[in-house]
């Protein structure tokens, strides 16, 4: 989804540098994915928008999941009740060690893969914790 990149390069404009234009832009993208509770179909939250999103991979390039997407929104210092359902979802994935899965890959496509799908993912429980600790702190 076009938003959700937008608002990955957007989160990387240091604050003091954010122009008012930004900054309602950012607010603008931020509702719009409010208003899907991050990862539903506006018109019928019962319904992912994309069933991909609910696996958690690493590195995403052009793609995005529900975990990327409240790593962006949380790195904007959102904590909204609309999140709480896809915060539940990055909840229901951890391991009984505090780990994450690696679900989603490009490995088979890169020289080198990176992690193993399927495994414990230094990435994704690093990406996890982050937002974790941003949505409750």
């Known amino acids: ?25 950012i607010e603008e993208g931020i509702e719009y994915m409010f208003n899907h509770h991050i990862h539903k179909r506006s018109h019928d939250l019962s319904r992912v928008s994309k069933p991909s999103w609910l696996q958690f991979g690493f590195p995403l390039m052009w793609q995005t999941d529900v975990l990327e997407i409240l790593r962006i929104l949380t790195k904007l210092g959102c904590k909204d009740k ?18 994450w899965k690696l679900e989603s890959t490009f490995n088979g496509r890169f020289q080198v893969n990176i992690e193993q799908k399927g495994r ?18």
């Open 82 to 99: 609309r999140m709480q359902e896809a915060i539940d979802l990055v909840i229901s994935k951890q391991d009984n060690q505090g780990r």
């Open 120 to 137: 414990p993912s230094k990435w994704i429980t690093l990406n996890a914790l982050r937002v974790l600790k941003r949505f409750y702190s």
């Open 1 to 25: 989804m076009g938003v959700v990149k937008a608002l990955k390069a957007l989160a990387e404009i240091p604050v003091d540098k954010k122009s008012e234009d930004v900054k309602n832009t």
